[in-house]
């Protein structure tokens, strides 16, 4: 039996775990959080997130080889292997400012492992960091005069939110980057034969320690700039009366270009893409790359461009006011399937739509908590309601924010009825019917698409 501790039970300890568990029956899995609420969710019916899945595998798993725990030294003694998944958020202070990763919370748990440990671990960056972070970890970690040794590992993970489970479970790839010392390679081969419990083998990489730092890094930025790409080419196409669709479904087609992650929307979010970035622009800048670093940081403010964008076309084409009019916003979710709010283009149009003093009304069939929580400086100025009729009830407009398959299905005849006329539709996910929204009398407008409206645009 091997025991495995994972320090940060948050989005990726807390699910990437109990699908270890559930594949490794033979071995011991901690989940450990300095967070006691979110320790106790772990422990109850109540997770503290929302992923497909995941509620019947922590069932299966929790309490036979898989545990959540406060007690981080004692488990720290008694592991083998340790991931470790804390958060490492944009700098907020000092250098590097809004770019570079803070790794305070990295460098605490280096040190507390190298407190409680009498035998010799392996520990794996599990968190996204910036390149040669090991480097830094293994002066830490080795530095203990005790004759002890730690091997690190970085294996970065690629899970998506949303479908997390999923992913885990057939992951396109696993990418695991050592030392290409004898203990660097054997600590290598320990993981690679835990996930070879369920992965085949050809999808389990194996690099040196800096590729797979910056792998990571790379990946969210690609995806991100595929976003950014099909966004900016959306503005072009409200200016021109081409339609992004047929747009993206002309590219796409080509194989080297690809069909996914082609569709225009009111922006990107989650805590990853953004922070991923500004830490490989940072990086770049680190480097004495300029030129690299200001190509990356465009993929970032073409995203708040098009947050920005989003609202002020609703402004527009609101007659140029939205002071006390009440609107309803769908999602807050930053995509469909998830409850997390962080980085969401929905919070970003609240607020812009607040300093215009809207009077919002925000729903989501999942997220709404957290959505009250990154909101509670605005105070008494949003509502929120969990029924979406009850949202729209004598509402100007309707914005379409995530794209929760549910929000396709709704009765927009009944929802019509009961709003002020005109009534608005802002799909920032080109989710709907636009034609059918249009013909029960809505005035539509979609992304990178003409409107369909039956008024004069103002703007
Ligand atoms: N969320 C994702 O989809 C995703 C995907 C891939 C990679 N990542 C990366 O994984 C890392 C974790 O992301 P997350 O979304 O799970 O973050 P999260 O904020 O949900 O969870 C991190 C957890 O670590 C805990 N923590 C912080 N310091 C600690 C300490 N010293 N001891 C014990 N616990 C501590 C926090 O209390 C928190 O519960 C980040 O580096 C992120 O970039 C995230």
Known sequence: MTNILCIGAGYVGGSTMPVFASHCPEDRFVVVDINEARI????????????????????????????FSTEINRNIAE???????????????????????????????????????????????????PVRTAEAMERILNSNGSGLHFDILSNPEFLAEGTAIRDMQNPDRVLIGGRETESGRKAVEKLVGLYASWVPRDRIITTNLWSSELSKLVANAFLAQRISSINSISALCEKTEANISEVANAIGRDDRIGRRF???????????FRKDILNLVYLSEHYGLPEVARYWEQVVLMNDYQEARFASNMVA???????????????????????DTRESPALAVCRALIEERADLVLTDPHALDNACDDLKDLGGRITYEIDPYAACKNAHAIAILTEWPQYAQLDYEKIYQSMVKPAFIFDGRN??????????????????KPPLTRLVSMG
Request: hydrophobic share 40%; charged share 20%.
């Open 40 to 67: 106790e969710a772990w422990q109850s019916d109540q997770l503290p997130i929302y992923e497909p899945g995941l509620e019947e595998i922590v069932r299966q798993t929790r309490g036979k080889n898989l545990f």
């Open 79 to 129: 592991a083998d292997i340790i991931f470790v998944s804390v958060n490492t958020p944009t700098k907020t202070f000092g250098q590097g400012a809004g770019r570079a990763a803070d790794l305070q919370y990295w460098e605490k748990t280096a040190r507390q492992i190298l407190e409680n440990s009498s035998s010799s671990k392996i520990v794996v960056e599990k968190s996204t960091l």
């Open 262 to 272: 082609l569709q225009a929307s009111v922006g990107f979010g989650g805590s990853c």
């Open 317 to 339: 084409s609101m007659f140029n006011t939205v002071a006390g009019k009440r609107i309803a916003l769908f999602g807050a979710a930053f995509k469909a399937n998830t409850s």
């Open 431 to 448: 989710l709907l019917d636009h034609k059918k929204l249009y013909d029960l009398g809505f005035n539509v407008y979609p992304i990178g």
